[in-house]
């Protein structure tokens, strides 16, 4: 079965496409690439590269625990988003293809937590349930972000 989805706005999405753009991005460990056709734009959980990430941090002089709490960091959050923009503009990546929000995840996707196949593939369906409420606070996030636009 091909993993294609559609928008709201009626485009044709194939995430792993887009996931191997994202892929090349310093940050990302691994990404998973989500959208419905409820929503017009794409959202990512993102495993991080942890060294990467630190290193990141001690250089914009950001002091933090761990790798979760950093994860959570909205400035850590622009970052990896920004230099997956300049990536997929590189990889002329069209405006709907581009993730509008992005979660940093600590833990890799494994096979392990379910969320892999053998292959190494991500499992759309098992990563949706187990991200399901970090995919619905980014679209909230979104919707109020473009209800304030809207009032401006």
Not at 105 to 134: I, M
Request: aromatic fraction near 10%; hydrophobic fraction near 45%.
């Amino acid at each position: 079965k091909k993993n294609i989805f559609k928008l709201a706005q009626g485009e044709y999405i194939a995430p792993e496409k887009i996931e191997n753009v994202y892929a090349k991005c310093k940050f990302i460990a691994q990404c998973f690439i989500y959208g419905d056709s409820f929503n017009s734009f794409l959202v990512a959980i993102v495993a991080v590269e942890p060294d990467v990430l630190k290193a990141w941090a001690a250089s914009q002089g950001i002091q933090s625990e761990d790798l979760r709490q950093l994860c959570a960091d909205p400035r850590a959050k622009a970052a990896v988003l920004a230099d997956m923009d300049s990536i997929g503009k590189e990889a002329q990546l069209r405006g709907f293809e581009f993730a509008k929000a992005v979660t940093l995840v600590a833990e890799p996707f494994t096979v392990e937590n379910g969320l892999l196949t053998p292959t190494f593939k991500v499992k759309r369906p098992q990563a949706k349930a187990y991200f399901v409420k970090e995919l619905a606070d980014m679209y909230a996030q979104l919707r109020d972000a473009e209800s304030a636009r809207q009032k401006l």
